[in-house]
């Protein structure tokens, strides 16, 4: 495996690629690397022939209180288990690198509607960093295949949106999520919990199928269904920032008897850690 920190690096590596007729795959990532993350590469290399990671802890995708300072950094390990899940370059630049003017004076990419609803409502500015991030991502690496996991569903969508509205030609592929045994989604802040938190936040999940099953197997309105979500939630010692039933591809409000096409999805604190996570339900 190839590790380069310079875009111009980076870019001379993709353009032999493409001399060559290999089929490159990004996988995009923060770092912290954990099966969930390995899955990722494992799906690339289904599609590609030449799979990039990158490791990059972004800055401007987190708010002025939120943990980008404490956000887990693992470097080492981090190359060491993309090297043994078969990755073939990692691209680990610093934030002079991604943001040459400074985060301040950065281009911007911003992606109207859903970047300001769930998600981008409890985190302004978020989803701005994100598409920011991943613009220049796909300009440095070029690649034909991109892959994002599941579990940031609102993400993954922004990403579709930005892709297509930029004329991006880039396949977006989604990986399923990837859960601990408890059913809790696998994520790099999992390891803020101790062990209560832990066994607490596995009710994320328990609450996402039963709002799957309440849609499928019941006639109570939607709207009684997220409300039970919310209850069950705070019964399980969690603090609910939301749980609700959208539209899958767009994470438009459901109109009341609609049933198929739907995506649960939760956010919630389990102690001072806040998780998501989401259950396609019809």
Known sequence: MRTVTHADDLHALVAGFRRDGRRIALVPTMGNLHAGHHSLIAIARMHADVVIASVFVNPTQFGPHEDFARYPRTPEADATGLAAHGCDVLFMPAVEEMYPFGAANMVSVSVPGLRDVLEGATRPGHFDGVASVVA?????????????????????????????DLGYPIQIVAAPIMREENGLAMSSRNR?????????????????????????????PLAAIQARAVERLKQAGLAPDYAVLRQADDLGEVLADRRDGLIALIAARSGSTRLIDNLICA
């Not at 300009?139 to 996991?149: E, K, L, R």
């Not at 101790?194 to 019941?218: K, P």
């Open 136 to 164: 220049r991502l796909f300009n440095f690496a070029q690649p034909q295949i991109a892959v994002f996991g599941q579990k940031d569903y609102q993400q993954l969508l922004v990403i579709r949106r930005m892709t297509r």
């Open 192 to 220: 803020y919990l101790d062990a209560g938190e832990h066994e607490r936040a596995a009710a994320i999940h328990v609450t996402l199928q039963a709002m799957r099953d309440g849609v499928l197997h019941s006639t109570l």
